[in-house]
């Protein structure tokens, strides 16, 4: 596989498939091909303006309003009868096949285990799998179709379980099965104050431009090169009872704070790192926030000093054995 690579997680797939379609140059031409579109479709199918999506009208799998959403966002969106494959394609970037719909089920946190292949550019004949899916125009007919199988399925599945995917057995590891693994999801570091940063005029426009979504869900002022596009982030705020605000953020990227933007701008943190949507549209983080783990983070920073940690977006070695070393001992 000259070039091409093996996508082995859902984590890995999110991440190639959102930079293959992400802020195209103006020549690139954009087709997916994919089965079904989950209610949250545009959060995994990035600047949709010119790109052409195919999928399947199945009846309580595909949402109309995930159709009607990119419509509206200038896709060109057409329909083919039992079209079962998943392909994310792109004249200058590559191309991915995999197993995942573009859905929160397959490519957030629905805890499907999905995997693919990235394949270069020209490696892939996208012209032939169109010629083969046969695309239909949307139709009024059609649309009323996916309206009424989806409120079927509504009715049918009213509501899922608050406790949401971490807390399901078996969906992913904890702190030390992440810890003990000999090829750990890398994670990073941030220290921050009360609150998030005031997101920047270039990062609401990059959220609009590419997701249609006029403000991030969260944000952070950031260094040069401290964190960049697809990096888990464990942020929190150490106080004079300890450490609070513990959470995940997932960054889709990392945009400069113009100098003229007062209250936003920061010298010191001239960048922000964006999360665009809120946390159950990503893949499952490195582990869980349990209750242990937040204690044995509380602990470990206390053990290894606030300053050292600001300074450094890596967690320290050090100061992962420290967590470990405490939680083995509870």
């Not at 596989?1 to 999110?14: A, E, I, P, Q, T």
């Not at 595909?62 to 394609?89: C, G």
């Not at 426009?205 to 697809?230: F, L, N, Q, T, V």
Request: include cysteine; charged fraction near 30%; proline fraction near 9%.
């Amino acid at each position: 596989m000259k070039n091409g690579r093996v996508l082995y997680s859902s984590d890995v797939l999110h991440k190639t498939i959102k930079s293959i379609l992400a802020s195209p140059d103006p020549s690139d031409r954009r087709v997916v091909l994919v089965a079904y579109l989950g209610s949250d479709a545009s959060s995994f199918l990035p600047s949709p303006q010119r790109m052409r999506v195919i999928c399947s009208p199945t009846p309580g799998s595909t949402d109309p309003s995930a159709i009607r959403q990119l419509i509206k966002r200038k896709a060109n969106v057409e329909f083919s009868n039992r079209l079962h494959m998943k392909v994310y394609w792109s004249h200058l970037r590559g191309c991915v096949i995999c197993s995942a719909n573009a859905s929160s089920g397959a490519l957030g946190r629905g805890g499907l285990r999905e995997a693919g292949v990235f394949l270069p550019p020209r490696a892939v004949d996208i012209d032939r799998l169109i010629r083969y899916a046969e695309p239909k125009p949307v139709t009024a007919r059609f649309m009323d179709r996916l309206d009424r199988g989806w409120r079927r399925k509504r009715r049918t599945r009213p509501g899922r379980s608050r406790r949401g995917p971490f807390r399901r057995r078996g969906v992913h590891a904890d702190y030390l099965k992440w810890y003990e693994s000999p090829y750990r999801l890398e994670w990073k570091l941030a220290l921050f104050s009360e609150g998030d940063t005031p997101p920047a005029r270039a990062a609401k426009e990059r959220c609009y431009r590419e997701y249609g979504i006029r403000e991030p869900s969260a944000g952070m002022a950031a260094r040069p090169k401290d964190y960049k596009e697809a990096d888990w982030v464990l942020r929190f705020r150490v106080t004079a009872r300890g450490v609070r605000g513990t959470e995940w953020m997932y960054t889709d990227f990392v945009v400069r704070v113009h100098p003229s933007e007062k209250g936003v701008y920061r010298k010191d943190y001239p960048f922000q790192a964006i999360q665009v949507n809120p946390p159950t549209h990503y893949p499952l983080p490195p582990f869980p926030l349990t209750a242990d783990f937040r204690r044995a983070l509380n602990l470990a920073v206390r053990a290894y000093g606030e300053e050292p940690l600001a300074e450094v977006p890596r967690p320290p070695k050090r100061f992962l054995d420290r967590i470990a070393t405490s939680l083995r001992k509870k």
